[in-house]
Each structure stands twice: as structure tokens, then as C-alpha cells.
């Protein structure tokens, strides 16, 4: 469980959410069904209150976890973190839609194989409300669009043909992946709207 105190200390910081996650860690570290239960609502708890959810995910990529009942707890916290992370544009949450339904679907057999059936279609559930939700973000977000400049302008100049904003720089600047504000590429990525 020490990875799920590292995502604790790494992504929640409300002090209310902070002392509901000791509460619940110190029931997880129990026996038996109440423990398992305490468990799950902690792994919960952690996908619902993270304050960077995208980072959170890239975190739970980045983990070994050897057990399967680790590997359960990770794709509680990706269900309910995907739901609450922030997609900019549709592309964005349908690749996240596509990443958590890879990711469930190794755990829910080996959580089935394990544990039986009752958790493997709380699982498929769980996974299947997840995708159905993030599909329902992606279906209100706006498309990317293929932007030809011709020559190579500073991004807050795009910015402000685009979306009469210059500040949108920042976001053309990282969609896009460039390594410098002024000089984007002649042929570039940008949100509809």
C-alpha cells in the first residue's frame, strides 16, 4: 500500500481529504472484507481528490505493481480520476477513454481469476461507467484543427488571429510540442474555438 501513500502525499492536498485518507488507511490495514472495502474507498478517494488528475495518471503508469490487488486499487483511482480530469479538446479525451479501457482490461480478468466473480463484474462496471463518462466529455469538447500558416509566426500572434487572445499562446505552444513561443511551425495543431 506504500504506493498509495505516495499518490496521497504527491497529488492531495485538501485537509479534509487528507484526514479521510489516514481514516481509511489505517481501516485498509486490516483483515477481511472491511478492510478490502476501506481499501477501495481510499483508492476511490484518491482518484476523486487529486488536484492534478492528468498527473496522477501519468504517475500510476510509472508504478510497479506486482499484486493484483494493486493493480485493482490503480485502476479504481484511473476510473475516477479520467472522469474528473480536464480534457481541452475532443482528441484529448478520446485517447484518455482509450488508455483506461487498455488499462482495464489485463486487471478485470486477473481480478476475476483471483478473486471470483462478483469482483470482476464490479470491475467491468466500474471501467465500463468510466468510458461511458470520459465518451460523454469528449462528445462536448471541441475538435483540433490543422492550422498552414505559410511561414513561421510567434504563437501569441496565432493566438490572437485564432481566438482574438493572445494569451492562447501558451496552449498552441504546448499542444504543439515547440520549443519556443516564436517561432511555431508553418503547419500546427489548435482547437476549434
Known amino acids: 500500500m506504500t504506493w498509495l501513500e505516495d499518490l496521497i502525499a504527491r497529488f492531495v492536498s485538501d485537509a479534509d481529504d487528507l484526514a479521510l485518507a489516514q481514516v481509511r488507511s489505517l481501516a485498509a490495514g486490516g483483515v477481511g472484507a472491511p478492510a478490502a472495502e476501506a481499501y477501495l474507498e481510499l483508492c476511490r478517494l484518491v482518484g476523486e481528490s487529486a488536484q492534478d488528475s ?14 493484483v490487488i494493486d493493480r485493482i486499487g490503480a485502476l479504481v483511482v484511473a476510473c475516477f480520476a479520467a472522469v474528473r480530469a480536464d ?4 482528441p484529448d479525451a478520446q485517447a484518455a477513454r482509450a488508455a483506461l479501457s487498455a488499462r482495464g482490461d489485463g486487471v478485470i ?3 476475476g481469476a483471483a478473486y471470483g466473480a462478483e469482483v470482476f463484474g464490479w470491475l467491468n462496471r466500474l471501467v465500463g461507467e468510466a468510458v ?3 465518451s460523454q466529455i469528449a462528445a462536448t469538447r471541441a475538435p483540433l484543427v490543422r492550422v498552414e500558416t505559410g511561414l513561421s509566426l510567434p504563437s501569441s500572434l496565432i493566438a490572437y488571429d485564432l481566438y482574438g487572445d493572445p494569451s492562447r499562446g501558451a496552449d498552441l505552444v504546448a499542444r504543439n510540442r515547440t520549443g519556443t513561443p516564436m517561432a511555431m511551425p508553418v503547419v500546427l495543431e489548435a482547437l476549434a474555438v
Do not use: N
Open 87 to 90: 480534457y481541452p479538446a475532443r
Open 132 to 134: 461511458v463518462q470520459v
Open 109 to 111: 480478468d486477473q481480478a
Open 54 to 67: 492528468a498527473g496522477l495518471l501519468a504517475a500510476l503508469d510509472d508504478m510497479p505493481l506486482p499484486q
